[in-house]
């Protein structure tokens, strides 16, 4: 991809702007989804308390998996590397955009298999290992990108 053009007096040496722009996209995608899922989560929670039958597992995860952690990707990509990182990058953008397939592949093949009842099969199961995958990259992803963080730093 074609990294954008800055002005020479908006560069930095201190971090790559290409490399953060990049990231911020993947924030940007996660904040966006994040939106979506609370319109449908909110909706079937409106559905279900007017006695419509739809299974609470779907409401809560389109809400809680769908809109609060998926929001809270996205804010992390965007805040947690400036904030703490050493040069603002996060350890690697890769993982983060893997991160985002896994996350919404896991979050509706989840949700389909269980409205389907087909939570034991192939289906259910590496829907569900997806969606836990992408937490633990999550996880892995930050981590290293703090640890990385205090590299060189003085004690204390
Ligand atoms: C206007 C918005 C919402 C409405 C009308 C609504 C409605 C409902 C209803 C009717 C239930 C079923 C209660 C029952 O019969 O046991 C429920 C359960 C639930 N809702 Fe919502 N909800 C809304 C927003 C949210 C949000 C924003 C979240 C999370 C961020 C959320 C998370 C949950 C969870 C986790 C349950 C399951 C609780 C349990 O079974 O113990 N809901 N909601």
Redesign the pocket.
Known sequence: MQAKAYPAWAQSTLYDQAALDALYRVAFRFVLMSLVYLAF??SL??L??LGVRIP?FI??HL??YG??LMFIFGMAYKLVPPMFARRQQLFSLRLARLQFWLANGGLLGMIGAYALHLEATALGVGAMGMAVAAVWIFVLNMGLTLNGSNRGMPDG
């Open positions: 989560g909110v929670g409106g279900i308390f609470i409401h809560a809400n809680l809109f609060l």
